[in-house]
């Protein structure tokens, strides 16, 4: 199994640590992305310094951190159309569930089921990721 490195939180308390952890595969309706860039934001820096109530109230380790993202597209999961390898990609940092009243009506993001990437998933300060089709 190929691993990679990623920057991850992986206990509640102040700092993030790098790690060695497998390359993730795709399933239906995924991208595997080659991360080229990933950002830092005011989100990052409260899980960092682990500075309750919202860090310490909200977020469960471990998981990769970042929730933005600009990659290129290394495999496709099944089903997906509109990728393909070799594109370059971004990904919307909502997860919405497209089921639910808020997604019928076109308010995706305020999901009731809303969640975000490094939150809730892993993220992307990692040198592969994740992103579905629909992000």
Known sequence: MATMRAVRKLRPAEGFE?????????RAGELLVKVKA??????????YKWEPPWST?????????GHEVC???VQVGAGVRGFQQGDSV??????????CSQ????NR???????FFSIDTDGFWAE????PQQN
């Open 18 to 26: 790098l790690a060695e952890i497998p390359v993730p595969e795709p």
């Open 38 to 47: 990933a950002s830092i934001c005011g989100t990052d820096i409260h899980i």
């Open 57 to 65: 109230g909200r977020y469960v380790p471990p998981k990769t951190m």
């Open 71 to 73: 990659g290129e597209v």
């Open 90 to 99: 971004s990904a919307e940092s909502h997860i919405y569930d497209g089921t």
């Open 103 to 106: 997604c019928l009506r076109g």
């Open 109 to 115: 993001h305020i999901c009731e089921k809303l969640q």
């Open 128 to 131: 592969y990721a994740i992103i």
